[in-house]
């Protein structure tokens, strides 16, 4: 490895790694603006300037590479002076936004320029103005406070695999610009805000709505997809502001979804926020005390095998846990997680788990896509496929719906006929996965969640086993979810015991009169209007899908109003921490389901959430293991059967509505209107017409 000085000491550092990282693993800062570790280099704002000897001037760090023997200042009156002269160019025509820049308090241009910059201005002449350009329902811009760092543009350009932004022109004239002015399609578009050095980009749902330092900050999970992104809850008051992304180098890096950054408006709207009975035809306000009863009444003398319990796909581990206590004590065998109907069983967790894990896509070289749109269904984990195709020697192939996943894709066709054949060795792919050395198959519930589902596992069962998919170190058999609830429902046993009745069977009982009593803990996704023959029970947030049809609502706290926990897809246990209280009278669900227990005459002695969690422990020793992943051991699953000529389709038909916080989001419906459907809003069309005017 090369040695370098840098101020006078001496370093040993990797080989190829340029002077602006060297100096970071000395603990040197160098003040920057355009460089960002996970984009390519651009060397464009020269703020990183720092002295080399025998260079003739001062040396862009982040663009050039270390070298044996060379000495490096980083703190002399040439490098300060260089320093200074750059912020004091990049002054020249920026505007004196500061006191109402939504980036006051959090900007890189502030911070920098008070270490670095000039106290003064020299120039008296007028300042640039540049346009704003339209970015669509999420980004806001003020194009003029732009420095050209091109971070947006390599953003998309390379993580998110959207070539919608630029720059034309050239020197005092240059502009970053969307070429047609329309509304950006990446689901990752966000990620473009935290990356903005200083108040050109901007959160529209968020602007002008509160200031860095008035907010509360709380560590979290998100729930919107089952990747388990690690965020950041800005809280003021009882209120979420604004949810940003924390760093998890091996789930989502430093990026989030844009469902997961914007959605939060739908915790304002649509809530329930107190009991209500139904009374007359009609649901009714009533008191924790009514509502409780009306539950003993309607139960008290039903058998268990009457009951059943639906768990939704937002539940945290704490709730599903008392609904699995409560459950055993009335003897009912009925109890489901798995909304959609996926075919997945609880009896061995190496079938339901992203056994690769997130960030040992970097390790293949070969993925076979199956019933599943990661773009839609984990943005993120579709980021790092795209990543790993850009390192160069990766395969990507897909039996199901063609879509744009923003890197290559080898279509197979949409038949699980495909699959077979590739099972059999008889399809022409079979060859290329026989010689992929770490190779990847990745279902998802649209292959998963339809009547052949089972025969579909045992398919990819007798793939692993055929080829190179297990190796020492190596699991390539995955399952890629779409909702934060189902690993954690499957670790805790939530299917139907001996004789009890999945979703679809409790459907059925229903309407045969057999199932005479139905809870849903927050499942909005089922077929609700075959539960009229039943007393529903509705515990959940907002008043979606199952809250009109139920006969008792009893409100719960959403996963920013409670200290819970999540697993992830690749079976992660994580925590998510309380950053707002619940509205009203709501409350956390699994207190909602011990005071239920209590009056049902059937207590379940968890009195204490320290006391849930080591019951959670017993039940799946993985939940005392907190963000680590336990690898599972390979077993037989699935069941042989016929397979459906329906061909394969990926569940998730709008990214943008895909839950009952989404659908209550007035963001995540100007989203879906205008991004997916091409509805321009009212206020662009009429600015529009008055410049066409």
């Not at 080399?52 to 044996?68: G, H, N």
């Not at 610009?177 to 805000?193: C, K, M």
């Given at each position: 490895?090369?040695?370098?000085?840098?101020?006078?000491?001496?370093?040993?550092?990797?080989?190829?790694?340029?002077?602006?990282?060297?100096?970071?693993?000395?603990?040197?800062?160098?003040?920057?603006?355009?460089?960002?570790?996970?984009?390519?280099?651009?060397?464009?704002?020269?703020?990183?300037?720092?002295?080399?000897?025998?260079?003739?001037?001062?040396?862009?760090?982040?663009?050039?590479?270390?070298?044996?023997?060379?000495?490096?200042?980083?703190?002399?009156?040439?490098?300060?002076?260089?320093?200074?002269?750059?912020?004091?160019?990049?002054?020249?025509?920026?505007?004196?936004?500061?006191?109402?820049?939504?980036?006051?308090?959090?900007?890189?241009?502030?911070?920098?320029?008070?270490?670095?910059?000039?106290?003064?201005?020299?120039?008296?002449?007028?300042?640039?103005?540049?346009?704003?350009?339209?970015?669509?329902?999420?980004?806001?811009?003020?194009?003029?406070?732009?420095?050209?760092?091109?971070?947006?543009?390599?953003?998309?350009?390379?993580?998110?695999?959207?070539?919608?932004?630029?720059?034309?022109?050239?020197?005092?004239?240059m502009e970053i610009t969307n070429y047609i002015e329309a509304a950006l399609r990446s689901e990752l578009q966000g990620n473009v805000i935290d990356l903005c050095p200083v108040g050109a980009l901007n959160s529209k749902p968020f602007e002008y709505r509160a200031r860095p330092w008035e907010l509360r900050k709380t560590e979290s999970i998100d729930v919107m997809d089952a990747v388990g992104s690690n965020i950041r809850v800005d809280s003021r008051g009882n209120e979420v502001m604004r949810i940003l992304p924390r760093l998890h180098e091996d789930v989502n890096e430093e990026w989030i979804s844009d469902r997961s950054r914007f959605a939060y408006d739908g915790l304002r709207y649509r809530r329930l926020d107190v009991p209500m009975v139904r009374r007359g035809g009609r649901l009714e306000e009533a008191s924790w005390r009514d509502a409780l009863r009306a539950i003993r009444e309607r139960v008290a003398g039903l058998s268990g095998e009457r009951i059943a319990f639906i768990v939704?796909?937002?539940?945290?581990?704490?709730?599903?846990?008392?609904?699995?206590?409560?459950?055993?004590?009335?003897?009912?065998?009925?109890?489901?997680?798995?909304?959609?109907?996926?075919?997945?069983?609880?009896?061995?967790?190496?079938?339901?788990?992203?056994?690769?894990?997130?960030?040992?896509?970097?390790?293949?070289?070969?993925?076979?896509?199956?019933?599943?749109?990661?773009?839609?269904?984990?943005?993120?984990?579709?980021?790092?496929?795209?990543?790993?195709?850009?390192?160069?020697?990766?395969?990507?192939?897909?039996?199901?719906?063609?879509?744009?996943?923003?890197?290559?894709?080898?279509?197979?066709?949409?038949?699980?006929?495909?699959?077979?054949?590739?099972?059999?060795?008889?399809?022409?792919?079979?060859?290329?996965?026989?010689?992929?050395?770490?190779?990847?198959?990745?279902?998802?519930?649209?292959?998963?969640?339809?009547?052949?589902?089972?025969?579909?596992?045992?398919?990819?069962?007798?793939?692993?086993?055929?080829?190179?998919?297990?190796?020492?170190?190596?699991?390539?058999?995955?399952?890629?979810?779409?909702?934060?609830?189902?690993?954690?429902?499957?670790?805790?046993?939530?299917?139907?015991?001996?004789?009890?009745?999945?979703?679809?069977?409790?459907?059925?009982?229903?309407?045969?009169?057999?199932?005479?009593?139905?809870?849903?803990?927050?499942?909005?996704?089922?077929?609700?209007?075959?539960?009229?023959?039943?007393?529903?029970?509705?515990?959940?947030?907002?008043?979606?899908?199952?809250?009109?049809?139920?006969?008792?609502?009893?409100?719960?706290?959403?996963?920013?109003?409670?200290?819970?926990?999540?697993?992830?897809?690749?079976?992660?246990?994580?925590?998510?921490?309380?950053?707002?209280?619940?509205?009203?009278?709501?409350?956390?669900?699994?207190?909602?389901?011990?005071?239920?227990?209590?009056?049902?005459?059937?207590?379940?002695?968890?009195?204490?959430?320290?006391?849930?969690?080591?019951?959670?422990?017993?039940?799946?020793?993985?939940?005392?293991?907190?963000?680590?992943?336990?690898?599972?051991?390979?077993?037989?699953?699935?069941?042989?059967?016929?397979?459906?000529?329906?061909?394969?389709?990926?569940?998730?038909?709008?990214?943008?509505?895909?839950?009952?916080?989404?659908?209550?989001?007035?963001?995540?419906?100007?989203?879906?209107?205008?991004?997916?459907?091409?509805?321009?809003?009212?206020?662009?069309?009429?600015?529009?017409?008055?410049?066409?005017?």
């Amino acid at each position: 490895m090369p040695k370098i000085v840098i101020d006078g000491r001496e370093y040993e550092v990797p080989a190829g790694i340029t002077i602006f990282q060297a100096c970071e693993l000395a603990g040197i800062e160098i003040p920057h603006f355009c460089y960002h570790p996970r984009l390519n280099i651009a060397g464009n704002c020269r703020m990183c300037l720092v002295e080399v000897e025998k260079s003739p001037k001062p040396v862009a760090s982040c663009a050039m590479p270390v070298a044996d023997g060379m000495v490096v200042h980083t703190d002399t009156p040439l490098v300060h002076r260089a320093r200074r002269g750059v912020l004091e160019f990049l002054l020249i025509n920026h505007p004196l936004d500061c006191p109402i820049c939504d980036q006051g308090g959090e900007c890189d241009l502030q911070d920098l320029t008070l270490f670095y910059g000039p106290d003064h201005s020299r120039y008296r002449e007028n300042k640039r103005t540049v346009a704003d350009k339209y970015l669509g329902p999420l980004i806001s811009t003020h194009m003029t406070r732009c420095i050209h760092c091109t971070r947006c543009i390599r953003f998309l350009t390379e993580v998110a695999g959207v070539e919608e932004l630029g720059a034309v022109h050239r020197g005092e004239h240059m502009e970053i610009t969307n070429y047609i002015e329309a509304a950006l399609r990446s689901e990752l578009q966000g990620n473009v805000i935290d990356l903005c050095p200083v108040g050109a980009l901007n959160s529209k749902p968020f602007e002008y709505r509160a200031r860095p330092w008035e907010l509360r900050k709380t560590e979290s999970i998100d729930v919107m997809d089952a990747v388990g992104s690690n965020i950041r809850v800005d809280s003021r008051g009882n209120e979420v502001m604004r949810i940003l992304p924390r760093l998890h180098e091996d789930v989502n890096e430093e990026w989030i979804s844009d469902r997961s950054r914007f959605a939060y408006d739908g915790l304002r709207y649509r809530r329930l926020d107190v009991p209500m009975v139904r009374r007359g035809g009609r649901l009714e306000e009533a008191s924790w005390r009514d509502a409780l009863r009306a539950i003993r009444e309607r139960v008290a003398g039903l058998s268990g095998e009457r009951i059943a319990f639906i768990v939704g796909d937002l539940a945290c581990a704490e709730s599903m846990l008392m609904v699995r206590e409560l459950a055993q004590r009335l003897g009912c065998p009925n109890v489901d997680c798995r909304q959609d109907g996926a075919r997945l069983s609880a009896r061995h967790r190496v079938e339901y788990l992203f056994n690769t894990t997130i960030a040992g896509i970097e390790r293949a070289d070969l993925c076979l896509l199956v019933g599943t749109n990661p773009r839609w269904e984990a943005p993120l984990i579709n980021a790092r496929l795209r990543k790993r195709w850009r390192m160069g020697g990766f395969r990507v192939a897909r039996v199901g719906a063609a879509f744009d996943l923003t890197y290559p894709v080898e279509d197979l066709g949409d038949s699980p006929e495909v699959l077979a054949a590739i099972a059999d060795g008889s399809h022409p792919f079979a060859a290329a996965l026989a010689r992929a050395e770490r190779p990847m198959l990745v279902l998802g519930m649209g292959a998963l969640a339809r009547p052949d589902g089972a025969a579909i596992l045992a398919l990819a069962h007798r793939i692993g086993e055929r080829y190179p998919l297990l190796r020492e170190g190596w699991n390539g058999y995955n399952v890629l979810h779409t909702a934060a609830a189902r690993v954690g429902g499957l670790d805790l046993g939530l299917v139907p015991e001996e004789g009890g009745r999945d979703v679809a069977g409790i459907l059925d009982g229903v309407e045969k009169g057999e199932i005479e009593v139905v809870y849903l803990l927050g499942a909005d996704e089922i077929d609700v209007s075959r539960l009229e023959r039943a007393f529903v029970i509705y515990q959940g947030t907002h008043g979606d899908r199952g809250a009109p049809v139920a006969d008792v609502v009893l409100p719960g706290a959403a996963y920013t109003e409670k200290n819970a926990t999540w697993v992830n897809t690749e079976g992660r246990v994580q925590r998510g921490r309380l950053a707002v209280f619940p509205p009203g009278e709501a409350r956390e669900d699994w207190k909602i389901l011990r005071a239920l227990s209590e009056v049902l005459g059937c207590p379940v002695p968890l009195d204490d959430l320290a006391a849930v969690r080591r019951r959670m422990a017993e039940v799946a020793p993985t939940f005392a293991h907190e963000d680590t992943i336990q690898p599972a051991a390979w077993a037989r699953f699935g069941e042989a059967g016929p397979l459906s000529p329906q061909p394969l389709r990926s569940p998730v038909e709008d990214f943008y509505l895909v839950n009952p916080i989404c659908r209550a989001s007035k963001t995540m419906q100007r989203c879906s209107a205008e991004i997916l459907n091409g509805q321009m809003p009212e206020e662009r069309r009429l600015a529009v017409e008055v410049h066409i005017v």
